[in-house]
């Protein structure tokens, strides 16, 4: 049971890896109707993975692995909770972004987007997928005991 449930939280951090990577290719073209649905269904996807993540992963620390006392005295899971928020709180922008289009969409009208917003969702989530990386390097370094500060 606890590989399975290593496997579903890791895949959903690997979904959150590839939808992030499908935005970014989608905002590289001129946006289109469809382009700017498929952004929302990606988005939306994202943030149930994001939600997923964070009650497995729950899960795994409190009944699944080596219990809370020794995630909360390991530096690099510490590190890690605190790049997941941060990966959180910027993804906030572009999801509003993306909300908003629903307007436009309904009506059949192409959302609008300036170059310069095209580019700001585009560094985003560049930076998102930065630090998601770093929380993989924290992941590795957690699982071999580096950074314990416990007895």
Not at 21 to 44: C, G, V
Not at 119 to 126: F, G
Not at 138 to 146: P, R, T
Request: proline share 3%; charged share 15%.
């Amino acid at each position: 049971m606890n590989a399975f449930v290593a496997f579903l939280h890791h895949i959903a951090f690997v979904i959150i890896m590839l939808i992030l990577s499908a935005e970014m290719l989608i905002l590289k073209q001129p946006l289109t109707i469809t382009s700017a649905r498929k952004i929302q269904i990606y988005d939306a996807i994202y943030g149930v993975s994001a939600i997923l993540i964070l009650i497995i992963g729950g899960l795994r620390a409190m009944y699944f692995e080596k219990g809370t006392d020794y995630y909360m005295h390991s530096a690099p899971f510490i590190a890690k909770m605190i790049l997941f928020i941060i990966v959180g709180l910027i993804s906030i922008q572009p999801t509003v972004t993306f909300i908003k289009w629903g307007k436009s969409l309904k009506q059949g009208i192409v959302p609008t987007l300036t170059d310069a917003q095209n580019r700001k969702l585009r560094m985003i989530i560049h930076v998102e997928l930065a630090l998601l990386a770093l929380i993989i390097l924290c992941a590795a370094m957690m699982a071999k005991g580096v950074g314990y500060m416990g007895s």
